[in-house]
């Protein structure tokens, strides 16, 4: 992993750009966008070149930086019209990962609080606030890591589901820093990774990173998680989120439901690892989780190749809920949150 570029960089001061991987060339190809304006970042979003909750917010937030270089510094009016513009344009590139309305309500929390700084002087402090989200997410990955590998000490073989690595945070990711973490440690777990329907991010992107930790994984189809569980290959699941409800309901990739029901079958805890970030508590519950319904031919003609019958109907939903009940615990940056319930989601994240 050292050796390859990062998967969110910054290059230059005020008047410099984005560098991201775009993720939906790998595992065959590593290549760099360099986004220069709000609509390259805005379409890296939407188009999953940049993906995972904690990636987006990252992306999205310097993506408010260069959205701002073509105003004229000497005009503040005008600077805080296209700010707006600029945000409320980011926040529609998709719909459930929360952390990036998190990281936009924070920069627009900035602009507010310093209506007196000129136009250049905001542009600075919008570019340092967006280097800070970066470097706590970096921070905030490293912790969960810790946190998650105390709850791994007995387990051999562990199960995950989408992808939770560098490649959707800052660094170590959520799920897989957790995995990363227990290798640093000492302890070497044996991953088995969901391909993860329809656009394949565990086979392309989890099994990818694990293989560059040198880790052992094991790929699976979706289908073969309950075989895997009965044979007893696997003592644990973690995933990631991209948002969770006050009372521990979690967002995340579309199957993770599934697994975590049959989890609970076979006994096997399942964990949810995410960054405080992740967390809505101005939701009450999954039920109020907006769910992104993607196009139709991601099913149909998956990477190209047609596989259904013309005029098929089709639902297409990127994510589903689990409810908490389903969830051991959930792996935070300041804790674990155990048993998973309102009071202590608020206790540790409110």
Not at 37 to 52: F, P, S
Not at 72 to 79: G, K, P, Y
Not at 105 to 111: F, G, H, N
Request: glycine share 8%; proline share 3%.
């Amino acid at each position: 992993m050292a050796n390859r570029p990062e998967t969110i960089e910054w290059i230059g001061d005020t008047d410099g750009y984005l560098c991201l991987i775009d993720q939906t060339l790998l595992p065959v190809e590593l290549t760099r966008i360099d986004c220069r304006d709000a609509e390259t970042v805005w379409e890296a979003i939407k188009m999953l070149r940049v993906r995972g909750a904690p990636a987006i917010g990252i992306a999205a937030s310097y993506g408010v930086v260069v959205g701002m270089q073509t105003v004229d510094d000497s005009d503040r009016a005008a600077f805080d019209d296209r700010f707006a513009e600029v945000a409320d344009y980011l926040a529609t590139s998709r719909p459930t990962a929360v952390n990036l309305f998190w990281a936009l309500d924070r920069l627009r929390k900035l602009v507010a609080d310093n209506s007196s700084l000129s136009a250049a002087d905001m542009r600075a402090k919008l570019l340092d606030e967006a280097k800070a989200i970066h470097a706590e997410d970096r921070e905030m990955c490293h912790s969960i890591g810790r946190f998650g590998a105390g709850l791994l000490e007995n387990v051999s073989g562990v199960l995950t589901h989408c992808n939770a690595g560098g490649l959707a945070t800052a660094e170590y990711g959520t799920a897989l820093s957790v995995f990363f973490t227990a290798q640093d440690q000492g302890h070497n777990l044996h991953v088995f990774v969901d391909e993860t329907r329809p656009l394949l991010q565990g086979a392309r992107l989890t099994a990818w990173e694990l293989m560059q930790r040198d880790i052992k994984a094991t790929l699976i189809c979706d289908s073969m998680a309950a075989q895997v569980m009965r044979e007893g290959k696997v003592q644990a699941v973690v995933t990631g989120a991209d948002r969770i409800a006050a009372n521990g309901d979690s967002a995340n990739k579309i199957g993770t439901y599934s697994i975590a029901v049959l989890a609970k079958a076979h006994g096997i805890p399942f964990y949810i690892a995410a960054p405080s970030s992740t967390f809505d508590l101005a939701i009450d519950s999954g039920d109020e989780i907006p769910i992104e319904q993607r196009a139709a031919i991601e099913i149909t003609n998956g990477f190209g190749k047609q596989t259904a019958p013309d005029g098929v109907e089709v639902y297409n939903p990127a994510f589903d809920v689990t409810p908490a009940k389903y969830i051991a615990a959930i792996i935070t940056e300041n804790g674990v949150i155990d048993p998973v319930t309102k009071e202590n989601v608020v206790a540790m994240i409110g």
